[in-house]
């Protein structure tokens, strides 16, 4: 059984760069039928795709977020990461990461979700 | 690019079905089988229903349906069940990208 789990600090100061990891067990990030992605979802509101990474480190991303944003992996640990860059309270929101399947369809396998706040 | 548009809620009785829509454009729903439903309750996270258009994963309620006709996708729930009220967000692809439907309430009166 995939479990994922995100982390990182849960409070973030504006214009400053969020970063949350997220570590994969059960299952290898070496997936060659999987991508591995961050969804984010604010107070209230329904969800949103950041983007997704492969294991050999192809991405794609949202292009409203593009700017901001930069999904890498770590296959030794494991392990892929979210950093976004010049937040604003706007960015507040429970960040989740996902097991994707291929690049585009069905997100199987959810962590828990963490929250992250930003505020000064 | 846009979300794609679900209607903000739907409700139903215990044993009734409803169905939830979501309306793309040939660019996301209509031009790809990559349309998948997620369940949400409150504070948890998401849960796949469904995907590909129709079909469910292993654990997956039969109540469960999926369908799609033109750029409009469907979620069928037959049978109502109180375990069922939540909130339900479709997907598809889009070049290079995912959206997202904005969500529906399904309220099990």
């Known amino acids: 059984q995939v479990q994922l789990q995100e982390s990182g600090p849960g409070l973030v100061k504006p214009s400053e760069t969020l970063s949350l990891t997220c570590t994969v067990s059960?299952?290898?990030?070496?997936?060659?039928?999987?991508?591995w992605g961050w969804i984010r979802q604010a107070p209230g509101k329904g969800l949103e795709w950041i983007g997704s990474?492969?294991?050999?480190?192809?991405?794609s991303y949202n292009p409203s977020l593009k700017s901001r944003v930069t999904i890498s992996v770590d296959t030794s640990t494991n392990q892929f990461s979210l950093r976004l860059k010049s937040v604003t309270a706007a960015d507040t929101a429970v960040y989740y990461c996902?097991?994707?399947?291929?690049?585009?369809?069905?997100?199987?396998?959810w962590g828990q979700g963490t929250l992250v706040t930003v505020s000064s | 690019q846009s979300a794609l548009t679900q209607p903000a809620s739907v409700s139903g009785s215990p044993g009734q079905s409803i169905t939830i829509a979501c309306t793309g454009t040939?660019?996301?729903?209509?031009?790809?089988?990559?349309v998948s439903w997620y369940q949400q309750h409150s504070g948890k996270a998401p849960k796949l229903m469904i995907y590909d258009v129709t079909n469910r994963p292993s654990g997956v309620s039969d109540r469960f349906s999926g369908s799609k006709s033109g750029n409009t996708a469907s979620l069928t729930i037959s049978g109502l069940q109180a375990e069922d009220e939540a909130h339900y967000y479709c997907?598809?692809?889009?070049?290079?990208?995912?959206?997202f439907g904005g969500g529906t309430k399904l309220t099990v009166l």
């Open positions: 997907s598809s692809y889009s070049t290079n990208s995912v959206l």
């Open positions: 040939s660019s996301d729903v209509g031009g790809y089988n990559y």
């Open positions: 990474i492969f294991y050999s480190g192809t991405t």
């Open positions: 059960g299952g290898s990030i070496n997936s060659r039928s999987h991508y």
């Open positions: 996902a097991r994707h399947e291929g690049n585009g369809d069905f997100f199987d396998y």
